[in-house]
């Protein structure tokens, strides 16, 4: 996983909540906005680099030197 440490936008660290975020959005079912929300991300520019976040590490680690 590949999640950035800190927003592009403002700074605020973010890498610290994703294993929560992503838990509660996809393993439990609850409403994105509302973990982003009860998480602390008040900003947009920090909601969005959670929300469009795609974890491809898995597919680009095949593609290393030989």
Avoid at 29 to 56: P, Q
């Amino acid at each position: 996983m590949m999640v950035p440490v800190r927003c592009f936008s403002c700074g605020k660290v973010i890498a610290d909540k994703w294993e929560e975020y992503d838990k509660r959005v996809n393993k439990n079912h609850e409403d994105a906005g509302k973990v982003l929300e009860e998480l602390g991300f008040t900003r947009y520019c920090c909601k969005r680099m959670l929300l469009s976040h795609v974890n491809i590490i898995d597919e680009v680690a095949g593609y290393g030197r030989k």
